[in-house]
């Protein structure tokens, strides 16, 4: 059996199993959780706090939930999740198709999951070499690690497959990613470790955690082959609106 079929984008790729039941769990809670309890019966957006990311929550009251809960969570502006969940449906549902339920589901939890960790350790580190306290209290919400890391996957797995930055620039899959990585080290170094509401340094920690887990994998090999495939016409597109700060909650996502 050939799994090695290029994605022709006249023709949708349907949802994967997994990644149906991701986005309708993310879908549902967001709409009910966030959308009409949080904005309409709670004075404060508790919910959001409670399952964000936090490094100062997770280490000093041990919130050890928080690492995997804040990838279900998201803004309640409509174009966070649905350009989040787009990119999972684009992506994984391949990738899932390629590798099986069982190891795209654990990739895709242990790139969030591992992620958080990483995130966490390397605010603590910057706090500890003099940076600005105020980033361990700054909450991080969204899957976008995660979906960074299954962007990473791509990459390697489909690398000369072509893809479309901002629909207009081709290219193979794998200098996208490296693209993609370079702009998000960008916005780390040009807004600092706490002047963005995107958490580029934790969709760079995706792009590394998903590579390591690559590497470790027995699957990367077969990868590697899979990336031979012929040219697709997936297109990527990446835009992250700035939001006004004065006025709403600061999350990075």
């Excluded at 960008?186 to 934790?202: E, K, R």
């Amino acid at each position: 059996m050939n799994n090695r079929r290029p994605f022709d984008f006249n023709q949708i790729m349907p949802l994967s199993p997994i990644c149906r039941k991701l986005i309708l769990t993310m879908v549902v809670f967001w709409f009910f959780a966030i959308v009409i309890v949080e904005q309409f019966f709670l004075s404060e957006p508790y919910i959001t706090e409670w399952l964000a990311l936090r490094p100062l929550t997770l280490v000093k009251s041990f919130a050890v939930w928080q690492p995997l809960t804040y990838m279900f969570v998201h803004t309640v502006n409509p174009f966070h999740i649905i350009f989040n969940l787009l990119l999972l449906w684009w992506l994984g549902s391949e990738l899932e198709r390629l590798w099986g339920q069982r190891f795209f589901l654990l990739y895709f939890f242990a790139t969030g999951i591992l992620t958080a960790l990483l995130y966490s350790l390397t605010v603590l580190l910057i706090v500890l070499a003099g940076g600005s306290s105020g980033i361990l209290g700054v909450p991080v919400i969204g899957p976008s690690a995660a979906i960074f890391g299954l962007m990473t996957a791509y990459g390697i797995v489909f690398g000369d497959r072509t893809v479309y930055f901002l629909f207009v620039f081709a290219m193979k899959a794998r200098y996208f990613v490296l693209v993609l990585g370079a702009l998000e080290l960008v916005l780390v170094l040009n807004n600092g470790f706490g002047g963005s509401q995107i958490a580029s340094l934790a969709h760079l920690g995706g792009i590394v955690v998903g590579l390591v887990l690559l590497k470790l994998s027995p699957y990367l090999k077969f990868s590697g082959k899979a990336g031979k495939s012929k040219t697709s016409k997936l297109k990527l597109v990446v835009n992250n609106p700035s939001e006004d700060e004065s006025d709403k909650p600061k999350y990075w996502n």
